[in-house]
């Protein structure tokens, strides 16, 4: 484990995965524009590595951050790509939003106002793109507001409308079909509103679960996030695109022992061996990121076999039940995310035991873990 000396662990970003990634999703939406969303220090990836590595091969056009903090961050790395900042910015931030070259999203009067307020102050001039609500109800303007605040942007001096974008909250699931196609007809509706008062703007719709399943929605510009990093946004999405996993994480066990039948191991005593056993330690908890829900039913890799979560997670350990015959041993590797033989895990898998996403499984991830990028 490189990089690893009193780490509990390392995640290892596949920036080659990444790249392939977001290769496929290029080859599936043909001579649009690609913004890969970098927000959340992508996804847990690592923000500043994994854009420098888009930027040096060209594998996305745009990114996308959430936060001006975000963009702030990778212009300070020298990242020179068009950054959109996809939620709305406010107040005192918007200025350096402006100064570092971040393209905003304007929502209503207000945002319009004050990043030409900002633009002005500087001597610079701010590109916005317009959010219009078509049904995910979270930020933008009602569809029929959008040609007046279009206009209103072009009557504000420093602002230059670029973009109109939307969001789809049910894009990646059947159960959502008709839902996204009535709000890509509306949102192509009010395109068409805008540019008849703006001219031509880059639209954009398209969220990993449009890329994999809604070709209409890709129109000018297309806006993957979970994608990129190798997983589907939920388990019925379309899986149009093949992808590749985006990181591993690794840990070595540093302590083993046998445990007899009726002890119990870990926290509050939830596990109770079975049968005389050998457990092992691993230096990873929930400190770490590795959720508390996996207790009791997550499952780590060591030398190619697949080991059950005994106890509790802790905050800093985590054990599992090696069975009563075992050749593991202090100084093996763990492989808590990726392969090990013909056995792998994935932030899918780990996502279902956790009953969530695995946007979060690999955004909990915290800096207690060491960081190495291999491509
Ligand atoms: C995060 C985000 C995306 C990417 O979504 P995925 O489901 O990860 O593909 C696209 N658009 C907006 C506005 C976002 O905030």
Redesign the pocket.
């Known amino acids: 484990m490189p990089g690893a000396l009193g780490a509990s662990s390392v995640v290892t970003t596949r920036l080659d995965h990444l790249r392939a990634n977001l290769d496929a999703i290029r080859a599936r939406v043909g001579d649009r524009l690609v913004l890969a ?1 970098v ?1 959340a220090d992508a ?1 847990g990836h690592g923000a500043v590595e994994v854009a420098r590595m888009i930027e040096r091969t060209g594998a996305a056009d745009w990114l ?1 951050v ?1 936060t001006t903090s975000e963009g702030l961050e990778l212009r300070a790395a020298g990242v020179g790509l068009p950054i959109l900042k ?2 709305v910015a406010r107040g005192e931030e918007v200025r350096a939003a402006v100064g570092a070259g971040l393209t905003l999203c304007v929502t209503d009067a207000a945002s319009i106002a004050e990043a030409g307020a900002a633009a002005s102050a500087l001597g610079t001039t701010v590109r916005v793109h317009l959010k219009v609500d078509t049904g995910m109800r979270r930020i933008g303007c009602e569809p029929a507001d959008a040609p007046a605040l279009a206009g209103l942007a072009d009557a504000t001096p420093g602002v230059e409308l670029e973009g109109l ?1 939307s ?1 789809l909250p049910i894009s ?1 699931s059947p159960r959502g079909e008709e839902f996204t196609r009535d709000q890509i007809a509306l949102f192509r509706r009010t395109a068409d509103q805008v540019e008849a008062v703006h001219g031509p703007v880059v639209k954009h719709l398209a ?3 449009a ?1 994999l399943g809604h070709p209409d929605a890709w129109l000018d510009l297309v ?5 990129v990093y190798g997983a589907y ?1 939920d388990p019925e999405a379309a899986r149009t695109v093949a992808l590749l996993p985006g990181l591993e994480w690794r840990t070595r066990v540093t302590f083993t022992k046998q445990v007899r039948a009726g002890e119990t191991v870990g926290y509050g005593r939830t596990w109770t061996a079975p049968a005389d056993t050998w457990i092992a330690t691993v230096p990873v908890g929930y400190g770490d990121g590795y959720s508390r829900l996996l207790s009791n039913r997550g499952r780590m890799l060591i030398g190619g076999r697949s080991y059950p979560i005994a106890g509790r997670v802790c905050m800093d350990q985590t054990m599992v039940d090696l069975g009563p015959a075992t050749d593991v041993a202090v100084g093996d590797e763990v492989v808590l995310v990726g392969r090990s033989g013909a056995e792998e895990i994935t932030t899918s898998e780990i996502a279902g035991l956790m009953g969530t996403i695995p ?1 979060e499984v690999t955004c909990l991830i915290t800096a207690r873990v060491a960081r190495t990028f291999v491509g």
Do not use: Q
Request: hydrophobic fraction near 35%; avoid cysteine; glycine fraction near 14%.
């Open positions: 969303a927000k996804y996308g959430a996809l939620s974008f969001h990646d969220n990993s679960g890329v806006r993957p996030g979970i994608m946004p946007y």
